[in-house]
């Protein structure tokens, strides 16, 4: 049964008045909530840039907090990541890689975010020596490479360590860093170092919390390149 034609003409006069508010309220909050959001990520960036120790760990706090509820774009996630792993302070970058791993417990697009801005990072590549003989020879070989290809890797440690010896090794941790792993392995081998690959994703059960884009270089009793036989001035 139709309606009589005025309320025909009425219904959709009184349905438009109705939407109206509702949609500047929802403008209203969706606006409210986006400048929110900005003054977090601006409060999280101050707190984390500032001099003083005990702030940039209130920002980092922040910075968890934020990631969790999935305000933190991947941008941010790449650009804070790059500030930390260029600053003076060195504890930073790894209190930002827990913070991160703690969020992604929470939020599960935190992870490929993680992984999407670590691979823009350089490589972190952590050198394990035999005897002090071989501890220059990974930043000697650094010095020989090209500028770009130099740039795009870090070596944040070099220690000693007792192992077996039989390779030279490269080690990886994440499946996804397989292609970067040889791909390092040839850059090394160009100037003059024979690394083996070694895939420690499935066989080692610290892999799983180990950061994308992060490598071991294991010596072992094979012959070093002449340049890092060379005596050092």
Same mark, same amino acid.
């Given at each position: 049964?139709?309606?009589?034609?005025?309320?025909?003409?009425? %219904?959709?006069?009184?349905?438009?008045?109705?939407?109206?508010?509702?949609? &500047?309220?929802?403008?209203?909050?969706?606006?409210?909530?986006?400048?929110?959001?900005?003054?977090?990520?601006?409060?999280?960036?101050? +707190?984390?840039?500032?001099? /003083?120790?005990?702030?940039? @760990?209130?920002?980092?706090?922040?910075?968890?907090?934020? +990631?969790?509820?999935?305000?933190?774009?991947?941008?941010?996630? #790449?650009?804070?990541? $790059?500030? !930390?792993?260029?600053?003076?302070?060195? $504890?930073?970058?790894? +209190?930002?890689?827990? /913070?991160?791993? @703690?969020?992604? +417990? =929470?939020?599960?697009?935190?992870?490929?975010?993680?992984?999407?801005? #670590?691979?823009?990072?350089?490589?972190?590549?952590? =050198?394990?020596?035999?005897?002090? *003989?071989?501890?220059?020879?990974?930043?000697?070989?650094? $010095?020989?490479?090209?500028?770009?290809?130099?740039? !795009?890797?870090?070596?944040?440690?070099? &220690?000693?360590?007792?192992?077996?010896?039989? #390779?030279?090794?490269?080690?990886?941790?994440?499946? *996804? $860093?397989?292609?970067?792993?040889?791909?390092?392995?040839?850059?090394?081998?160009? &100037?003059?170092?024979?690394?083996? /690959?070694?895939? %420690?994703? #499935?066989?080692? *059960?610290?892999?799983?919390? *180990?950061?994308?884009?992060?490598?071991?270089?294991?010596?072992?009793?094979?012959?070093?390149?002449?340049?890092?036989?060379?005596?050092?001035?």
């Amino acid at each position: 049964m139709s309606l009589p034609r005025p309320w025909r003409e009425i %219904l959709p006069q009184l349905l438009s008045t109705a939407l109206i508010p509702l949609t &500047v309220a929802g403008i209203g909050w969706y606006y409210t909530r986006w400048q929110q959001n900005l003054a977090d990520l601006r409060t999280m960036i101050d +707190l984390m840039t500032d001099a /003083a120790p005990e702030k940039r @760990k209130y920002g980092v706090a922040m910075f968890e907090y934020l +990631l969790k509820n999935d305000k933190v774009p991947v941008e941010f996630i #790449t650009a804070q990541l $790059d500030y !930390a792993n260029s600053s003076s302070d060195r $504890d930073l970058l790894p +209190l930002l890689e827990s /913070a991160v791993q @703690k969020a992604s +417990l =929470v939020n599960n697009s935190v992870k490929s975010a993680y992984e999407e801005a #670590t691979a823009r990072l350089p490589s972190r590549v952590f =050198v394990h020596a035999l005897n002090d *003989s071989q501890r220059p020879c990974a930043g000697i070989l650094l $010095d020989e490479m090209k500028d770009g290809d130099k740039s !795009a890797i870090t070596f944040p440690s070099v &220690v000693l360590a007792k192992w077996s010896g039989e #390779t030279h090794e490269l080690r990886y941790f994440k499946a *996804s $860093d397989r292609k970067r792993a040889e791909a390092l392995a040839e850059l090394f081998a160009t &100037v003059g170092l024979q690394l083996t /690959a070694k895939d %420690l994703s #499935t066989s080692w *059960s610290g892999a799983r919390d *180990s950061r994308p884009n992060t490598f071991e270089i294991w010596f072992g009793n094979p012959a070093l390149p002449p340049n890092c036989l060379q005596p050092q001035k």
